[in-house]
């Protein structure tokens, strides 16, 4: 993955990131295969900020 556009998919848009924004947590859904350095450098490039930390989580989508 090259482009730090393919690795941000879009942020995250609930009660809870909205609340996380005043402590300068930041939340977005980004691509499958993506590696936590790679997230960083991909924020670090497209918003110009410097990542302090990086958490995952991988959560399985139901279909309905």
């Not at 556009?5 to 879009?10: A, K, L, P």
């Not at 977005?28 to 989580?57: C, M, Q, W």
């Amino acid at each position: 993955m090259k482009d730090p556009r393919d690795v941000i998919i879009e942020p995250v848009v609930s009660e809870k990131s909205y609340s996380l924004l005043e402590d300068n947590v930041y939340t977005f859904v980004v691509h499958k295969s993506a590696t936590k350095p790679e997230i960083r450098d991909a924020v670090e490039t497209v918003f110009d900020v410097t990542v302090s930390k990086v958490n995952t989580l991988k959560q399985q989508v139901q279909l309905l």
